[in-house]
């Protein structure tokens, strides 16, 4: 059974330090990675959707990389803010077909102080 | 605006007694699903729904009821809530199933 973590739980950087949160999964077989964004008493928010036969995907500050040989994905955030305080979850997606089998680890709780 | 939009977002109920949480997104996707999320255990899929009358249960749908009589919208039914549901609830859509899902605002349900 696919099982998708994030290390650490929580991390805490000053203003304008770059940073990597991970998320590791346990079958590589997927379809695609998708990171997200949890504001406090907000929705999720897409940032970067990585198909299997991508290696990353980019947007502004933020970089994603995929390596599903290792069963790893990275989120890179250049020069952070304090606006970048959130939660940062990762998911992956099994199968096309299948409806039911995406997964998503915990999360990763950002806190950049000014 | 394309958006989810989910009622109501704080609930605090009894045990037992029935409750509709509801779901409508306005972008004409034909998927949808629920999801709950609790501390340290991620997004779990309660259940999800391909297209109007079409549904399937996810990983935890015990407890929970659903229906897809309308396109944009997906109630969650609570028939009996106890106090293990006591959880942050999340509607999605996509336009179908391995398309990136958009998520509405959540739902903080209390079950005492």
């Known amino acids: 059974k696919q099982e998708v973590t994030q290390i650490p739980a929580a991390l805490s950087v000053p203003e304008g330090e770059n940073l990597v949160l991970n998320c590791s999964f346990t079958d590589s077989a997927i379809y695609n990675l998708q990171w997200f964004r949890q504001d406090p008493g907000k929705g999720l928010t897409s940032l970067l959707l990585?198909?299997?036969?991508?290696r990353e995907q980019t947007s502004g500050r933020l970089n994603a990389s995929l390596d599903k040989s290792s069963g790893r994905s990275t989120l890179y955030i250049a020069a952070s803010q304090p606006g970048d305080s959130a939660t940062y979850l990762c998911a992956v997606r099994l199968r096309r077909v299948y409806h039911n089998d995406m997964r998503f680890g915990a999360g990763t709780r950002l806190t950049v102080k000014p | 605006e394309a958006q989810v939009t989910q009622n109501p977002r704080y609930l605090i109920t009894v045990t037992g007694k029935k409750l509709t949480v509801t779901c409508s997104q306005n972008m004409n996707h034909e998927y949808m699903s629920w999801y709950r999320q609790d501390p340290g255990l991620g997004l779990r899929q309660i259940y999800y729904?391909?297209?109007?009358?079409?549904?399937d249960k996810g990983d935890v749908p015990e407890g929970y009821k659903v229906s897809r009589k309308e396109k944009r919208n997906f109630p969650l039914i609570l028939e009996s809530p106890s106090p293990n549901q006591t959880s942050l609830y999340f509607c999605?859509?996509?336009?179908?199933?391995?398309?990136?899902?958009?998520f509405g605002p959540g739902t903080r349900l209390t079950v005492t």
């Open positions: 990585i198909q299997s036969s991508q």
């Open positions: 999605a859509s996509s336009l179908s199933s391995p398309y990136e899902q958009y």
């Open positions: 729904s391909m297209n109007v009358e079409v549904t």
